[in-house]
């Protein structure tokens, strides 16, 4: 099993910045790739980006420019550095790992934590 724990959310006005972290534990996957999507009230939950083992990252179109994903794999972690951020940004935030590896295919993630709110105050 993979235990996935974000942290990082929090209310912040439009404009700011925000880093959310997502430390992994448990079950090892070695080419798993590691993701972050959202869901606010009332949507459904849309994919945000993913970074692959090989580094290779995906972004979904809302947050292309803005938001950017990395990783410490010493630390099994996962970052989301997330920029200019606005009220639709908000949202429950979750981290979710793949372990086919594939990153930008939603139906592969089979491991989620519990996720982390983002509120961006206009």
């Known amino acids: 099993q993979v235990q996935l724990v974000e942290s990082g959310g929090r209310l912040v006005q439009a404009g700011e910045s925000l880093r959310l972290s997502c430390a992994a534990s448990?079950?090892?996957?070695?080419?798993?790739?590691m993701g972050w999507f959202r869901q606010a009230p009332g949507k459904e939950r849309e994919f945000v980006a993913a970074?692959?083992?090989?580094?290779?990252?995906y972004y979904g179109d809302s947050v292309k420019g803005r938001f950017t994903i990395s990783k410490d794999s010493a630390k099994n972690t996962v970052y989301l550095q997330m920029n200019s951020l606005n009220p639709e940004d908000t949202g429950v935030y979750y981290c979710?790992?793949?372990?086919?590896?594939?990153?930008?295919?939603?139906?592969?993630?089979?491991?989620w934590g519990q996720g982390t709110q983002v509120t961006v105050s206009s």
């Open positions: 448990g079950r090892t996957y070695r080419t798993a790739a």
């Open positions: 970074i692959t083992s090989r580094t290779t990252l």
């Open positions: 979710a790992l793949d372990p086919s590896g594939v990153g930008f295919d939603g139906k592969r993630y089979e491991y």
